[in-house]
């Protein structure tokens, strides 16, 4: 357990970092983004780790994860689900989601 504490802290901590450098992201509580990503674990993993045969999130590099996110809000590339899960998040919240995962270990 205390490694999953450690790894949300840091998380955050790198949310936190993330919310000094933008105006409009340091409006949005460090909780929530870890919300938003909880639901991401049905198919990702808790804290980005995923099950075989399903892609884990934790430690990507936070520009791929974002493209990725966005390619799949505009229906540039293909999914069974992750392109209308993407269509309910704004660009700015995709963002904070990438910085989430992309700052937990692998």
Same mark, same amino acid.
């Given at each position: 357990m205390p490694s999953i504490k450690k790894n949300r802290f840091k998380a955050l901590a790198a949310l936190a970092l993330l919310a000094l450098g933008q =105006?409009?992201?340091a409006q949005t509580d460090p909780l929530q983004v870890r919300n938003w990503a909880a639901a991401c674990a049905n198919c990702h993993g808790t804290l980005g780790v995923a099950q075989p045969g399903m892609v884990s999130l934790a430690g990507l590099a936070h520009d791929d994860?974002?493209?990725a996110l966005q390619a799949f809000k505009? =229906?540039?590339?293909?999914?069974?689900?992750?392109?209308?899960i993407s269509k309910g998040y704004s660009d700015e919240q995709l963002g904070q989601l990438a910085a989430y995962f992309a700052a937990l270990k692998k």
């Open positions: =105006g409009a992201v994860l974002l493209k505009s =229906g540039s590339r293909p999914a069974t689900i992750m392109h209308q």
